[in-house]
């Protein structure tokens, strides 16, 4: 038996091959191919977050943000507790920059998208809202809605954080989200609901935002 | 026409047809095309797509390539880059380098003044006086003050009011440049206040810059000792009969002892900008409205001095974190800033990208203006003084920094020739103190442009004398690369900008033969060699300087396409293989076809399949 197996791993053994391209193999030189390599999603750059997440939070100047964000019920902290977790580098104590997504850096991500969540219904929705064109993330009329309606108020969403239409998204998407907004609003109008600044449709948008502030997407390219 | 003849040309056009299909102008556009575009705003513009630009994209005839070609011109696509190469090189300088020399660190001790109130008075440690009880210490002395000063540390003693009469014997008071925009002027007047937040953005003294010590009434000039107040550029050595040794017993202060040089060459003029002017003659000072000192807040090491952003990740002008910071830091902080600017300048207005290692030009403001012309000197020439090196001869040629105000942070002026020592980012101070050795200097280089690195061999290392690094077992895999590249850099002083001039440090110095040689040669010269230190290698490559290093990496085949790789990496978020030859291939060939321009790489990279159907993007949920 031990000589079977020396004799398989002597079979198997090979001497060190240098990495070529497949096309020059034998046999894969007319072979139709997706050369492209086949790789993690990018992570989209810290700086294009933060600009994004500025311009979304009404095109403020960073500190401004910081002020704005924390507002009533310290929703943010500060600018230097995020900045590393976000994946920047550190170019004066030579820490590199992150390309990899971790679980400080999504926890990071969610923290951040909650504050512009709640800050922009605070903004968009609550109170009295400003006209449709002055608002940042919810630029709809929230008025009443229902399934037919939450589907053009989500794709408004959609494209403001993802960057297409909610239409071209995997199949089930917007339904799903309604489903999200509806059970939050019904958790938020029921009588024994827990105290909250927001109102159930307000607190029901809120949700719909945290999902895709949070959604893979958004932080992937 | 044969049917093959037919299929041939068929054949040729499929490619057309495939473009066509995949050019994302049509009105059906699908998840594809929208996700290339918002990979085109993420690296492109800086940001993700905004909604009107989703729904401009959505429209049919949207005129993707002119889209391409605006945000090639803009700002977001020279910061995308400038960002692949300062990842790379890593061009900000942190706080384990202090940059603290004594001729221009203007430090403050709080005296009590003939009124019973506290006051501040500046002065330099090391600053030389005709006084022996003050010669290189503060200009009152014990008697006067009551107060025992200590190296960085709080002053022993108890104070006692200091009289009016020694306050005007060895006390100036000036209207200093960080206080006043019009410091020069015969009276200035234009005092920081209201309206410099917008005229010089960014110029921020800390509180206690600004105020007396009650913390209250506002600063409108400060009491400095006199010798630093003086003007002169040059001044004439001073002897002061001090023999070298240790004081004797009960003997608090003992006056700076002179050198060989200065014993030989009392009375000769000496540059006051260079530490040299500083250390031997009691003629030099901080100059006119003490412009060539940066002041601090205590007698300290470091003290605070100026608010600065800690992080700018979006640019110094959007600072994400603003708070005091050491004195220190004011000139590492606008170090950073100019190869920021001079890598923008480049990408921006898509120079020859080979200038980023050649180019003679840079872009400075205020801050930089000031530290090129009076800050940057103050580094040399120590042990160059045996060899009559006092004034130095300067990387960046001061007749040729902009007349900018060190108040003006905001300014930024492109000076197209430094002078002929100047090379790209090579000669900026930046990188000659981050990489401080001169290996160092070359390793980055040949890492970063060249794309190569230095991998040791497999061996057992043995004990060696050989002091030639290129021959000794275990060490001559690398170093018979690394030395010659450092050799470019022997002519800049390491962790400093100091040239050595051929004049003054020749290759070999005969009074370095001696038994007991100078002190100048155990510094500039490497006793196994017999030659300037690094020189050993490549004696031509010494001459050269760094300019010959620069010269040399951008004629090497391997520049084009590391520069196409370094730049297709980070754009597509991976590392190249084997598979991406032919693109790598094409980029490069672009490239250089361009003259080196980075706007073509980056057209035709983001053009490409490989970054249009960049990663395997599986559906999400």
């Not at chain 2, 050019?23 to 492109?44: C, E, G, H, M, V």
């Not at chain 2, 500083?278 to 940066?294: D, K, M, T, Y």
Request: charged share 25%; net charge neutral; aromatic share 10%.
């Amino acid at each position: 038996m031990k000589a079977v197996v020396v004799l398989l791993l002597i079979g198997c053994a090979h001497d060190h091959l240098e990495p070529v391209s497949v096309t020059t193999l034998a046999g894969h030189e007319t072979l139709a191919q997706d050369t492209t390599p086949k790789e993690r999603r990018r992570m989209v750059p810290p700086e294009v977050y933060i600009r994004t997440y500025l311009e979304l939070f009404g095109g403020l100047a960073p500190l401004a943000v910081q002020q704005k964000a924390r507002g009533k019920g310290n929703l943010f902290d500060t600018w230097d507790d995020y900045l590393s977790a976000l994946g920047l580098p550190d170019l004066r104590v030579d820490i590199p920059r992150t390309t990899q997504t971790n679980a400080i850096m999504i926890a990071t991500f969610e923290r951040l998208g909650v504050a512009l969540c709640d800050r922009a219904v605070e903004h968009d929705l609550a109170g009295r809202p400003p006209p449709v064109s002055e608002r940042t993330v919810f630029a709809f009329d929230a008025g009443a809605t229902d399934e037919e309606s939450f589907a053009g108020k989500f794709d408004v969403l959609h494209r403001t954080f993802l960057g297409y239409p909610a239409g071209l998204a995997p199949s089930g998407r917007t339904a799903r989200f309604f489903d999200l907004f509806r059970d939050v609003v019904a958790r938020h109008a029921a009588k024994d609901a827990p105290k909250s600044a927001f109102k159930p449709e307000e607190a029901g948008w809120a949700a719909v935002c945290y999902g895709l502030v949070r959604h893979p997407e958004l932080v992937l390219y | 026409m044969s049917r093959v003849k037919r299929l041939v040309r068929l054949a040729r056009l499929l490619p057309a047809f495939v473009a066509l299909a995949a050019t994302p102008s049509r009105a059906d556009k699908d998840l594809t095309d929208y996700r290339y575009f918002r990979a085109l705003a993420i690296d492109l513009a800086g940001r993700m797509p905004s909604r009107a630009e989703v729904d401009a994209f959505a429209k049919p005839g949207f005129d993707l390539d002119g889209w391409i070609e605006t945000h090639l011109d803009g700002p977001a696509y020279a910061e995308r880059v400038r960002r692949v190469y300062m990842d790379l090189l890593r061009l900000e300088i942190g706080p384990s380098f202090q940059f603290l020399p004594p001729p221009i660190m203007l430090r403050r001790e709080t005296i009590v003044g003939p009124d019973k109130k506290d006051i501040y008075v500046y002065y330099r440690r090391g600053q030389r006086r005709r006084d022996a009880n003050t010669d290189g210490e503060f200009c009152l002395t014990e008697a006067d003050t009551g107060l025992v000063l200590q190296k960085n540390g709080p002053p022993t003693g108890t104070a006692k009011p200091v009289s009016q009469a020694a306050l005007d014997r060895s006390t100036v008071v000036v209207k200093p440049w960080w206080l006043y925009a019009d410091a020069s002027a015969e009276a200035p007047a234009d005092r920081y206040g209201d309206g410099w937040g917008q005229r010089f953005p960014g110029y921020m003294p800390v509180p206690a810059l600004l105020t007396e010590p009650d913390g209250k009434t506002a600063t409108t000039e400060v009491r400095v000792c006199r010798e630093e107040t003086q003007t002169a550029e040059y001044g004439m050595v001073f002897a002061s009969g001090q023999k070298p040794g240790p004081p004797p017993p009960g003997v608090k202060h003992v006056r700076p002892a002179d050198s060989g040089f200065v014993k030989s060459h009392a009375g000769r003029l000496v540059s006051c900008l260079s530490s040299t002017g500083f250390q031997i003659s009691v003629e030099c000072g901080c100059g006119p409205a003490l412009e060539r000192c940066l002041p601090s807040t205590s007698s300290q090491n470091d003290p605070p001095a100026f608010v600065l952003p800690t992080h700018t990740p979006l640019g110094a002008d959007l600072p994400f974190e603003l708070g005091p910071q050491p004195i220190s830091s004011w000139s590492r902080f606008w170090w950073g800033q100019e190869a920021v600017r001079f890598l923008d300048d480049v990408f921006l207005q898509d120079r020859d990208f080979r200038e980023i290692l050649t180019g003679r030009a840079t872009l400075v403001n205020g801050p930089l203006a000031q530290f090129y012309r009076f800050i940057a000197p103050a580094t040399c020439c120590g042990p160059g003084q045996e060899l009559d090196y006092t004034s130095p001869e300067p990387l960046f040629d001061p007749s040729r920094i902009p007349p900018l105000l060190p108040e003006d942070t905001a300014t930024w002026v492109r000076v197209p020739d430094r002078g002929p020592h100047a090379s790209g980012l090579l000669t900026m101070p930046v990188f000659l103190t981050k990489y401080g050795s001169r290996r160092a200097r070359a390793h980055v280089v040949y890492s970063a442009f060249l794309c190569k690195d230095f991998v040791a061999e497999n061996l057992k290392l043995e004990p060696s004398t050989e002091p030639n690094l290129m021959v000794r077992p275990g060490c001559s895999t690398c170093h018979a690369t690394l030395e010659p590249m450092a050799a470019y850099f022997t002519r800049v002083a390491e962790s400093d900008w100091t040239w050595l001039p051929p004049a003054v440090y020749p290759l070999s110095h005969p009074r370095c033969d001696a038994k007991n040689p100078p002190g100048f040669c155990k510094t500039a010269y490497d006793p196994a060699f017999k030659e300037l230190r690094a020189a050993y290698a490549s004696p031509a490559h010494a001459e050269r300087g760094p300019a010959g290093l620069a010269e040399d990496v951008v004629a090497a085949p391997e520049f084009p396409s590391c520069v196409a790789r370094q730049v297709a990496q980070s754009f597509l978020g991976r590392q190249l293989t084997t598979d991406d030859d032919a693109l790598l291939r094409d980029l490069a060939a672009t490239f250089v076809r361009s003259s080196f321009r980075m706007r073509a790489l980056v057209r035709e990279l983001v053009k490409s399949d490989a970054y249009r159907l960049a990663n395997d993007w599986k559906r999400a949920p």
